[in-house]
């Protein structure tokens, strides 16, 4: 008989608007990671057990199911995923024929490099293929890798790091992408693809995504000089063979703020959320959408849903740091993206948590 989990749930009922639910992500597990396949099934990683040396754990939940399946872990090698930090953790995507393909930290040493794992399923999760170390020589692995993937079989593994020999220091730091072009099987060496605008922010993870146009996008943090950190948006029209960039949120702060963002398809446009200057703000990445703050201050690691109706849910942290847990706030933006009266606050992100969104037709889960 197959098992299900069900986590939970507290609901809550906006009378004009999205009903918003609440669920705590499978056995206390933190920093979770949401998909979608054609087929409208869901599948969720998440992490588990020793901050600095746990486990990728995955659940599916099925079109009308009630919950999740019972989790299993992903990663072959047990102890090999960083939570600390709350930048480091899973991130995932689905390719061709529903395939998916999860990235993350591994746990580096004194003279030993972190390495960078990566793990497919060619089966809708059943099995995961041995993890692989996709670092080559690239040293200084720090902030959370990411993926994305199309539909024509295209895997593209984004990470920031140091080229071999290089200097030390931030400003030196580089964005490099491995493309596969047969589902994962293989992929190429790693190509620099900020070789012209140099300078990442080392603890700030980034995020890949294909978009619903075919361009490779890559949000990050720069760090160009000590006191800048902008967001910035790397895209490219040519399957990642070149590459333009484009500041979209500007912050002058002299230090890290281990900041993660989110991305999601809205139709056949594409919604960004990021942190800067302490809140979150989100905008269409076109050229002429303007950034709109949603959150107030302290808030970072916004997740982002869009449901049947088109309407938007934005989700972020508030309050939480290095080993501390703290609040989660939610907004809805209507389906011309402007902001509804529906938002609010809610205890309980974990230590080193921060929370995931998805829709179910017209209503919204929030998974913290």
Not at 62 to 69: F, H, I, L, M
Request: with cysteine.
């Amino acid at each position: 008989m197959k098992r299900c989990f069900t986590a939970l749930l507290i609901l809550t009922v906006f009378t004009h608007g999205a009903e918003v639910v609440f669920e705590r992500v499978p056995e206390g597990g933190v920093q979770p990671q949401v998909a979608a396949t054609s087929a409208g099934t869901l599948h969720l990683v998440y992490l588990k057990g020793d901050p600095r040396g746990g486990d990728v754990r995955h659940a599916v939940k099925k079109r009308g199911a009630a919950g999740w399946s019972a989790p299993a872990t992903l990663n072959s090698t047990p102890g090999t995923a960083v939570a600390a930090g709350t930048i480091r953790g899973a991130q995932m995507a689905v390719g061709r024929d529903d395939s998916l393909h999860v990235v993350w930290n591994g746990p580096g040493g004194k003279n030993v490099p972190a390495p960078l794992y990566y793990s497919r399923s060619l089966n809708g999760g059943a099995s995961f293929e041995t993890q692989r170390d996709l670092r080559a020589d690239t040293q200084a692995l720090d902030g959370g890798a990411s993926v994305a993937a199309s539909a024509k079989g295209e895997v593209f593994v984004v990470w920031h790091g140091a080229p071999a020999g290089a200097e030390p220091g931030e400003m030196h730091r580089r964005v490099f992408i491995l493309k596969s072009g047969d589902n994962g099987g293989s992929f190429s060496k790693p190509v620099v693809a900020n070789a012209d605008d140099p300078g990442v922010c080392a603890c700030c993870s980034l995020k890949a995504f294909v978009s619903p146009g075919g361009e490779l996008l890559t949000l990050y943090r720069a760090a160009r000089s000590p006191g800048q950190r902008d967001i910035t948006l790397m895209t490219s029209r040519d399957g990642g063979g070149t590459f333009e960039h484009r500041n979209v949120g500007p912050w002058a702060i002299q230090a890290c703020p281990m900041s993660s963002a989110s991305v999601v398809a809205a139709g056949r446009k594409t919604r960004a959320a990021w942190e800067a200057e302490g809140k979150v703000y989100t905008a269409l990445l076109d050229e002429s959408s303007a950034a709109l703050a949603v959150s107030e201050d302290k808030a970072r690691h916004p997740a982002l849903a869009v449901n049947a109706r088109g309407e938007t849910l934005i989700t972020w942290s508030v309050g939480t740091g290095w080993q501390r847990g703290g609040q989660l706030g939610w907004l809805v933006l209507d389906a011309a993206g402007k902001a509804t009266g529906e938002r609010g606050m809610k205890p309980g992100v974990p230590v080193w948590g921060f929370s995931a969104a998805y829709a179910e037709g017209d209503r919204f889960v929030i998974l913290y």
